[in-house]
């Protein structure tokens, strides 16, 4: 016995080495072909990338339908026809066209008996115009039987000889449920699944089904993993679920968007090919910065020039090599065939050739995401997802319809693509239109089964009123709640929401109401901000040394100090390619660059006596040096933008390093210097005043801080020094009263102390803030008293210090900021920093008396 399509029946007996038109075969064809051909009013579209899809789908009509475009005197037809005539050409000479392989086989039929023997159709409701006359012919010389078992027989049978054997329908009556949206509809269906496989049904006698699966496709799939139930996808998974089908589409996001750090290691994680190739482009991973989103191949290759060849894992220089397979992916949509033969193998390769055969290269978003691969289930003891077409061909005993609303079962007819009905009539191209064979796969299924439930859909994703199947519309109704609780529940999270008091007993639950309740209550709570007294993260945390950034938070936010330096949350990094550039990336272009121009004017006759133009010399240096290094680790807008702020950054720089300042007897002058740390290389073999890893303790505390003072003059007799810091924002008009602006400004007494601490108790230092945009003389501002500032800041932070120890991590005035980077992590009610701000303020005591000093 064999098994075989209409179309393999017919070219057995034309020939033993014919066989119909392959449907990947014609679309590869007509893309080649379309271009030797004059489409006439077809011409302006034949180059779109639906094109040679469309013209296969057509031909396949056209075949089937029997109709010759050829005797047509339309010029669109006629068009078609030539385009058919250079398709058929160009085919393998084995592949006929069925009006071919009928014309063949009929003339072997006295053949049939020995050829074919006995033939039986199956799973037919209906058959193609152009087989019809050969299966009568066929019937004339062997036995031919058509098992239509419960479904009805095509009228055209009655002419001819052929036998039809039937079976008495089940005349089973269905039961139609009405659902709140598709998703319902398919957990419905799963919760009926469940309910049958326990009550001893068999995988393999039921199924689910729709007209068009591919609207349900993403419910099946997400509810058949949560659930572990054995779901067979008859038409297959999409390609892009699988690991194969994101290998291959991450490739081709880097040959479309351009390559970055991010992406290659995306695709690396994923990919299976070239093994040789893979090992290679893994070398680079802890070499370059992990930060660098390295978006060009000269980044790549500045990135790779600042590794020593000894850093590498084998201790040779592989970075030629590597660019060489880069320069393969920055060549976009021009290399694609190229990078797909390189770089994939197996599965992968052959998901990327039948991409490229369904679009350009362009395409590969829409073409990759229509593609589907096999599921890997066992089809005869799994549960089956199909189509209405494929369920009808071997119908099941227990089914479920998904779907039944009007438009979608049966669907509305459509015209073809490239062939409208005032061109052709779609009777006579479509002489089997879609509507009435989802109306037969309609009755064929239900006649078959023997326990039948269908749902519709009250609502569609966008909510709007949908309507019934007019194949269901005389049915009983029952009306089904989104939250109600099922007799069977489909996994554990649907048994979960339908037992509220067993859910109530989890852990998760447990914490996840007493957090709710407890930012509700009038009063602090372990959510607010209580913690374990002494905990060992907190005293490990104070045993290192802070910065003013993190003092800052320690007074104004300590739940927020507690967040990033204890747990070490962080706000999600900027994208790949930022459309703007922040304030805080300025300020650190701007440090950047006074630092390197610094740094080269005091090797070379120091600041205090630069001119005008070697100050603007040394910084446009020290800005290239900058720029390279920005762009080699770390995120950049688009050019434009980053010129500009490269522009900004000079001017404020320029401003910074003229603006006229008491020179100091034999001033030294130092940018960017660190203390009490010894993770900080300054990359410059220049003598620092003091030690870099000597600690510095603010006293009357156990706390010690560390930084990088943004300026440090110094006189040569080491008596008198000057601490700078930098500010490229604007200047507030309150700013001449300011001493540590409620714990916020603290970098000019932290500085002016360390600097005392670590050159000399009996030194005369100076501290001040400068802001290089304000007019000139108008940007530097003192601090009059840096002992009394230290003061209060050692006050504070003993205070603030003690408080978190004991166990309260309480919220802080800057906990409402606008720039608090970790905001997601309070609760999104309005009312709760209002409702828990004046209890957390209350309990702090003196520890707050800090956010409203001066």
């Not at 049978?157 to 039937?166: D, G, I, N, P, R």
Request: neutral net charge; charged residues 25%; hydrophobic residues 45%.
């Amino acid at each position: 016995m064999q098994v075989l399509t209409m179309g393999q029946l017919v070219a057995r007996l034309a020939g033993g080495l014919l066989r119909p038109v392959d449907s990947d075969v014609l679309v590869q064809t007509a893309r080649e072909a379309l271009s030797a051909v004059d489409m006439g009013e077809l011409e302006p579209i034949k180059d779109l990338p639906g094109m040679p899809s469309a013209v296969a789908g057509t031909l396949d009509k056209v075949w089937r339908a029997g109709v010759r475009l050829a005797e047509s005197g339309h010029p669109r037809l006629a068009a078609l026809a030539r385009l058919e005539e250079e398709i058929v050409g160009r085919l393998p000479a084995s592949m006929r066209r069925p009006s071919e392989l009928v014309e063949l086989a009929s003339l072997r039929l006295e053949l049939a008996k020995t050829l074919i023997g006995p033939v039986e159709i199956h799973g037919h409701s209906e058959m193609s115009p152009c087989w019809r006359p050969f299966l009568a012919r066929l019937a004339e010389v062997v036995s031919v039987k058509w098992m239509a078992g419960a479904r009805r027989a095509p009228p055209w049978l009655v002419v001819t000889k052929v036998v039809v054997e039937a079976t008495k329908a089940s005349g089973t009556a269905f039961a139609v449920r009405s659902c709140a949206n598709q998703q319902h509809e398919v957990i419905e269906a799963f919760r009926w699944i469940r309910s049958l496989l326990a009550g001893g049904t068999p995988a393999s006698d039921i199924a689910i089904v729709a007209s068009s699966p591919g609207e349900y496709d993403d419910h099946v799939l997400a509810q058949a993993a949560d659930s572990a139930l054995p779901i067979h996808f008859v038409h297959g998974v999409k390609a892009v679920t699988v690991s194969d089908g994101q290998a291959v589409a991450a490739l081709a996001e880097i040959l479309l968007k351009g390559i970055s750090q991010e992406r290659l290691k995306r695709y690396l994680s994923l990919a299976g090919g070239a093994p040789a190739l893979h090992a290679l482009f893994r070398k680079w991973v802890g070499l370059v910065p992990s930060d660098a989103p390295l978006t060009t191949l000269a980044r790549w290759e500045g990135a790779f020039k600042r590794v020593h060849p000894s850093d590498w894992p084998d201790g040779q220089d592989r970075s030629a090599e590597l660019v060489d397979a880069l320069r393969l992916l920055v060549g976009g949509a021009d290399r694609v065939d190229d990078v797909g033969e390189t770089l994939l193998a197996g599965t992968q390769r052959a998901l990327w050739r039948r991409a490229l055969m369904d679009g350009p290269a362009a395409a590969l978003p829409v073409t990759l995401g229509r593609l589907r691969v096999d599921d890997g289930v066992e089809p005869a003891s799994s549960v089956l997802w199909t189509s209405a077409i494929a369920l009808a061909s071997s119908p099941r005993p227990n089914v479920w319809l998904l779907g039944m609303n009007a438009g979608s079962w049966p669907r509305r007819i459509s015209e073809d693509r490239l062939i409208p009905d005032h061109v052709l009539s779609i009777e006579e191209l479509d002489p089997l239109p879609i509507a009435d064979g989802d109306k037969r796969d309609f009755d064929t299924i239900v006649s078959s089964a023997s326990n039948v439930m269908t749902s519709f859909s009250r609502r569609d994703a966008g909510g709007r009123l949908l309507g019934r199947s007019p194949l269901i519309s005389a049915s009983k109704v029952l009306h089904l709640d989104r939250a109600r609780t099922p007799e069977h529940a489909f996994s554990e999270a649907d048994r979960l929401l339908a037992r509220a008091q067993e859910f109530a007993a989890m852990p998760v639950a447990v914490s996840g109401l007493g957090c709710w309740r407890d930012w509700y209550r009038d009063d602090i709570t372990p959510h607010d901000g209580l913690i374990a007294a002494g905990h060992e993260r907190l005293r490990k945390l104070f045993e290192r040394p802070l910065s003013a950034t993190s003092l800052k938070l320690l007074l104004r936010d300590p739940m927020r100090f507690v967040w990033r330096y204890a747990l070490g949350w962080k706000a999600p990094e900027d994208a790949e390619e930022p459309t703007s550039f922040s304030p805080l990336h300025f300020g650190n272009l701007v440090h950047a660059s006074l630092r390197g121009a610094v740094n080269q004017l005091e090797a070379s006759g120091g600041l205090a006596g630069a001119g005008r133009a070697a100050l603007s010399a040394a910084i446009d240096t020290a800005l290239v040096a900058a720029a390279s290094d920005w762009e080699s680790e770390l995120p950049i807008p688009p050019n434009v933008i980053w010129r500009d702020a490269i522009d900004k950054a000079r001017a404020v720089s320029l401003a910074a390093l003229s603006y006229p300042l008491p020179q100091l007897p034999g001033q030294q002058t130092w940018t960017e210097i660190p203390f009490g740390r010894s993770d900080v290389d300054d990359g410059v073999a220049r003598e620092l005043p003091w030690k870099r890893d000597t600690p510095v303790k603010i006293p009357g505390t156990k706390l010690k801080i560390e930084g990088l003072i943004d300026r440090l003059d110094l006189s040569e007799d080491r008596s008198k020094a000057r601490v700078i810091d930098y500010k490229t924002g604007k200047a507030s008009k309150k700013m001449p009263e300011t001493i540590i602006k409620g714990g916020s400004e603290l970098q000019r007494c932290l500085y002016a102390f360390a600097g005392k601490e670590l050159i000399g108790s009996g030194i005369s230092i100076e501290a001040a803030l400068l802001f290089p945009k304000a007019p000139e003389g108008e940007g530097l501002f003192p601090l009059d008293d840096v002992d009394a500032a230290l003061r209060k800041v050692a006050a504070a932070a003993a205070l603030a210090h003690d408080m978190v120890m004991s166990g309260f991590a309480a919220l802080g005035t800057d906990a409402n900021d606008a720039y608090n980077d970790l905001a997601l992590a309070l609760p999104a009610s309005a009312g709760y920093l209002p409702r828990k701000m004046p209890l957390a303020q209350v309990r702090l005591g003196q520890a707050a008396n800090v956010w409203s000093e001066p």
